[in-house]
């Protein structure tokens, strides 16, 4: 059974940072590209990064770039998004995304940036 756990959301103040997690189970983390998203209230979904199975990266957010990276670790079935210079525009809920034959979504965690 495919599952995607996000963790490491909080409180944080505006230029403050996060690391956020995505620990996957039910595929091998491998072979699938991984990716990033957002949700703030009252508004869609917005990709942010994908990491490819062969470790390259693409950037969907130019909001991000320069501030946001990430990474993963195969060993730990997990994917890293580092996160920093927030600022309150990044308030939202995080997910993460894998495409296993469908897309899998996990629960999300919030991320709310204020002083």
């Known amino acids: 059974q495919v599952q995607l756990v996000e963790s490491g959301g909080g409180l944080v103040q505006p230029g403050g940072s996060l690391r956020l997690s995505c620990a996957v189970s039910?595929?091998?983390?491998?072979?699938?590209?991984i990716g990033w998203f957002r949700q703030a209230p009252g508004k869609e979904r917005e990709g942010l990064l994908c990491?490819?199975?062969?470790?390259?990266?693409?950037y969907y957010s130019d909001s991000v770039k320069g501030r946001f990276t990430i990474s993963r670790d195969n060993a730990k079935n997990t994917v890293y998004l580092q996160m920093n210079n927030l600022n309150p525009d990044d308030t939202a809920v995080y997910y993460c995304r894998a495409d296993v034959g469908r897309t899998y979504w996990g629960q999300g965690t919030q991320v709310t940036v204020s002083s």
């Open positions: 039910g595929f091998t983390l491998d072979y699938y590209a």
């Open positions: 990491i490819s199975s062969m470790d390259g990266s693409t």
